[in-house]
């Protein structure tokens, strides 16, 4: 086992205890608002290429398409009362600590395609990022997150994997946590 595996389950385990009991509210509060699961499961692509469910709190309707959330037509429509907050802050993010925890994902990695992202999963494979495990958070991730078009996403994945070690995850953590606190870079 890597220490970047062992960091991850330790500190998967640590946030899912500190967070238990906000994570209890959220999802009453998503169904509250909104008619469905407070989980949605969405089936994205892990490292080489291998699929797997990744659970978030919903924050869109249960009858919107699976597809990115830049492709619908006007995504603030299919938002449920509560998921542009979530979304903003990030909150529903939370349940993919579930993921990292059972190594299907790490704490810092190139963010996992919708399985239907065709051009996103052909450019990383081209590039080898398929490789890498995906990440709860990434350089492309605090570098515009819902702002970068597909080739600055594969460039800064490319980027990350060149440069990857423990200390230049911490960076990404430590950026990721002052972009989350300021709202930055989600644009619904």
């Known amino acids: 086992m890597t220490a970047k595996r062992i ?5 998967s385990i640590a946030v899912l205890l500190a967070f238990s009991l906000p994570m209890v509210v959220i999802a009453i509060a998503v169904r509250v608002t909104s008619p469905g699961p407070a989980l949605y499961w969405s089936s994205r692509v892990g490292k080489n290429n291998e699929l797997f469910q990744m659970p978030k709190f919903r924050t869109m309707r249960t009858n919107t398409p699976a597809v990115a959330t830049h492709l619908l037509d006007d995504p603030s429509r299919h938002l449920t009362p509560i998921g542009s907050f979530l979304r903003k802050t990030s909150l529903d993010e939370l349940p993919q600590l579930w993921c990292v925890l059972i190594g299907q994902m790490s704490l810092v990695g190139p963010r996992p395609a919708l399985f239907n992202q065709d051009d996103l999963i052909a450019a990383r494979t081209m ?5 890498l495990s995906p ?3 990434g350089w492309a991730q605090v570098n515009g997150r819902d702002e970068l078009a597909i080739p600055e996403k ?3 994945d490319v980027d990350y ?3 990857s070690s423990f200390l230049f995850d911490l960076k990404i953590i430590a950026m990721t946590s002052v972009k989350v606190l300021g709202f930055k870079g989600v644009s619904h």
């Open 161 to 163: 994997m060149r440069r």
């Open 7 to 11: 960091i991850d389950i330790l500190a």
């Open 154 to 156: 594969v460039a800064y």
């Open 127 to 131: 590039e080898g990022v398929h490789q």
């Open 135 to 137: 990440g709860l958070t």
